[in-house]
């Protein structure tokens, strides 16, 4: 039996998540590097007045690209466990697209740590970052 290739990889991540489903998020691969993304949804929003997407959906969406792009790299059919993750919301998210990419600073043999941006029409002006550290499965 062959091993799944890296985009099986995340379309099985994607398919087992029901959040990532309520989202809208699909992600896109591209060689080695993934970028996930956040189709605008009036579901979304949380301040109906900017009109500005909620924290708690760009925070989210940030977690699932994280933990989509740990899929890619271990292999293994079980999703990773979230530990902690640190966000820091840096500007408004808008009601537009929204893109991510996830940096696996380190795989142990438990835990990776994990660092993903989010951004929307730039990516050198992002709207939030995270820092996580997640369970691996055994």
């Keep these: 039996m062959t091993e799944p290739t890296a985009n099986e990889r995340l379309q099985a991540f994607l398919a087992r998540v029901p959040y990532v489903d309520f989202l809208g998020m699909r ?63 840096l500007r408004p998210g808008k009601a537009m697209i929204t893109y991510a990419r996830a940096d696996v600073r380190k795989i142990g043999r438990q835990i990776a740590n994990v660092q993903v941006e989010a951004w929307q029409e730039a990516r050198e002006k992002p709207v939030a970052s995270l820092r996580g550290h997640f369970l691996l499965s055994s």
Excluded at 66 to 78: T, V
């Design 27 to 89: 992600a896109e691969l591209a060689g080695d590097e993934m970028t996930a993304i956040l189709p605008f949804a009036p579901h979304l929003v949380g301040n109906v007045m900017l009109p500005a997407l909620h924290g708690g959906v760009i925070g989210a969406f940030m977690e699932m690209t994280a933990l989509a792009q740990l899929s890619i790299r271990q292999g293994s059919a079980r999703v990773p466990k979230t530990i902690d993750v640190t966000i820091d919301y």
